[in-house]
């Protein structure tokens, strides 16, 4: 059971905009810590999606932004695409715990 | 290209140990941290800790400490992770990460190993 909680399953069209919702509590986004995105594509390694908030490395592509207030995070993916589908998770620190930790992970289909 | 490239599956019994080696490249061994990462069959992602590769030390998450331990061998530029007393839940995958600002609360991984999967079954 993780202190952050992410819906388990969007879903849209190929071009839709879906968003993905992250949300925690005082102890951890609401405390200012950074949150940080993975994808996992279907049997492979995630990977880092966005760092610090909304920070994009290298080579990610545009379509994925995210942002934070309060005691949630969200992603956002425009222009959805076949090769976005895949599970997304979240992860901060939190203060509780004394560590960091991952969200659910949010399963997103493209129809 | 950074490459962080594990050791092979392994099959346990339950109460044995088992010892997972994770070599990055190209880069300098002990620039960045080394975390790890459990991923149950079908299920998400818990972080396990991390360890700071110039001083050795290691941090454990709640859950994770007692019978797991990360281990340097700086010479060979390898980290590794141990865990002792197997149980058939510590089945998974177990992935090292390059980690950044690890000690900054804002771990986040940047690079991932391919995964090893540790089963336990007797």
């Known amino acids: 059971q993780s202190v952050l909680t992410q819906p388990p399953s969007v879903s849209g069209a190929p071009g839709q905009r879906v968003t993905i919702s992250c949300t925690g509590g005082s102890s951890n986004v609401g405390a200012n810590y950074h949150v940080h995105w993975y994808q996992q594509l279907p049997g492979t390694a995630p990977k880092l999606l966005i760092f610090r908030d909304n920070n994009r490395p290298s080579g990610v592509p545009d379509r994925f932004s995210a942002s934070k207030s309060g005691t949630s995070a969200s992603l956002a993916i425009t222009g959805l695409q076949a090769e976005d589908e895949a599970d997304y998770y979240c992860q901060t620190y939190d203060n509780n715990l004394s560590g960091f930790v991952f969200g659910p992970g949010t399963k997103v289909t493209v129809l | 290209q950074v490459q962080l490239v594990q050791s092979g599956s392994e099959l346990k019994r339950p109460g044995a140990s088992v010892k997972v080696s994770c070599k990055p490249s190209p880069y300098s061994f002990t620039a960045f941290a080394v975390s790890w990462v459990r991923q149950a069959p079908g299920e998400g992602l818990e972080w396990m800790g991390w360890?700071?590769?110039?001083?050795?030390?290691?941090t454990y998450a709640q859950g994770f400490s007692g019978r797991v331990v990360f281990s340097l061998d700086t010479p060979a530029s390898t980290a590794y992770l141990q865990i002792d007393h197997l149980r058939p839940e510590d089945t998974g995958t177990y992935y090292c990460?390059?980690?950044?600002?690890?000690?900054?609360?804002?771990?986040?991984?940047?690079?991932w190993g391919q995964g090893t999967l540790v089963t336990v079954s007797s």
């Open positions: 990460t390059r980690g950044r600002d690890c000690g900054h609360f804002s771990c986040h991984s940047d690079y």
């Open positions: 360890i700071n590769t110039k001083s050795g030390d290691p």
